[in-house]
């Protein structure tokens, strides 16, 4: 399965903070607000993976993530030119995806908590058809809500008025390669763009759209506007200094999935041990390092 970071768009709810940059690049408390996202890829296995950007921003991304090698992974980078939609980052990506699964992820949508490990790959075995994460939300008409009937999925509307459903859908979402096809299908919608929404729709009209409840167990963060921003930070501010547990650290990801060895562990930490994040790195590396001379 391949992976997809949707960071382009114009980020104009958080202006005047992403007026020079993406919102990808803003700060969630210690790292990159992309390093979240990535971090949830690498945790599902997938190693080739696409940043959909715009032009200006490429320059950014690639300095930050370069081509992947020092994560054990593959990282390309494909132009959105303007905005078209969600459900446009698949004709985008279509050379990328070839014949393969992929799984799109948004890149202001942060996910956290025990079972998350576990569900993610699991939506990565996927065999046919889509997998889509729904949790129920205070505010269901800011999102694409989905309806169910005797524990089946049998819409999703986009953004309704008069919601009767709190469960929206997040920004992750795992496909067969037939999201390419009802990609090229889509049409503008009444807002002018290619809705992820719609081709969900066309799943479940086919009766092949899996729904997997985020509850208790995972946290979800959609970190689209300054306040929410903002709660994010102190969320992951909270875990990491009351636990010892670090959210988004993409080289510890990459080493526990077995993408990195202990060597180009301690590279990574090197290049950062001034910082907290960098002694965290430096503690794993010396952990291991202490474990394999006692074994």
């Given at each position: 399965?391949k ?7 114009l980020?104009?709810?958080l202006y005047?903070a992403t007026?020079c ?12 607000m992309?390093?979240?996202s ?10 080739d993976?696409?940043i959909?950007?715009?032009?200006k ?7 930050l ?31 990328f995806?070839?014949k393969d ?8 949508n ?10 993610l790959?699991a ?7 889509c ?8 505010d ?5 809500i989905i309806y169910?009937k005797?524990?089946?999925v049998?819409r999703?509307?986009?953004k ?12 992750l979402?795992?496909?067969?390669n037939?999201v ?7 049409k ?9 929404t ?20 995972v946290?979800?963060l959609?970190t ?14 909270s ?9 988004g ?7 526990n999935?077995?993408?990195?060895n ?5 590279a ?10 960098g002694?965290?790195?430096k ?7 202490k ?5």
């Open positions: 399965m992976g997809i970071i949707l960071a382009g768009g980020a104009s709810r005047p007026l940059c993406t919102k990808a690049i803003l700060p969630i408390y210690d790292k990159p992309i390093y979240y990535l971090s949830t890829l690498i945790q599902a296995g997938i190693k993976v696409l959909i950007c715009t032009e921003d490429l320059p950014v991304f690639e300095r993530l370069g081509d992947g090698s020092g994560l054990g992974i593959s990282i390309k980078y494909t132009i959105e030119d303007k905005p078209r939609g969600v459900g446009y980052a698949f004709i985008l990506a279509e050379k995806i070839g699964k992929v799984c799109l992820i948004f890149s202001d942060i996910y956290h908590g025990r079972a998350l490990k576990k569900k790959q939506g990565a075995k996927l065999k046919e058809g997998e889509i994460f729904g949790i129920e939300v205070p269901p008409e800011k999102f694409g169910e005797n524990g089946k049998i999703i509307e986009e309704p008025k008069n919601p009767t459903s709190c469960l929206a859908q997040t920004g979402f795992f496909y067969d037939k390419v096809e009802y990609a090229n299908q889509l503008p919608s009444a807002r002018g763009e290619y809705e992820i719609d081709i969900n729709n066309m799943y479940i009209k086919n009766g092949k759209c899996k729904l997997n409840r985020l509850e208790r167990d946290a979800w959609d689209g506007s300054h306040e929410s921003l903002l709660a994010a930070t102190q969320y992951v501010h875990i990491q200094s009351l636990t010892g547990e670090f959210i650290c993409i080289e510890e990801d990459s080493f999935m077995g993408f990195i202990k060597d180009q562990l301690l990574a930490a090197e290049k950062t041990i001034k910082t907290a994040y002694k965290h790195l503690k794993l590396y010396d952990n291991v390092a474990q394999k001379t006692l074994s």
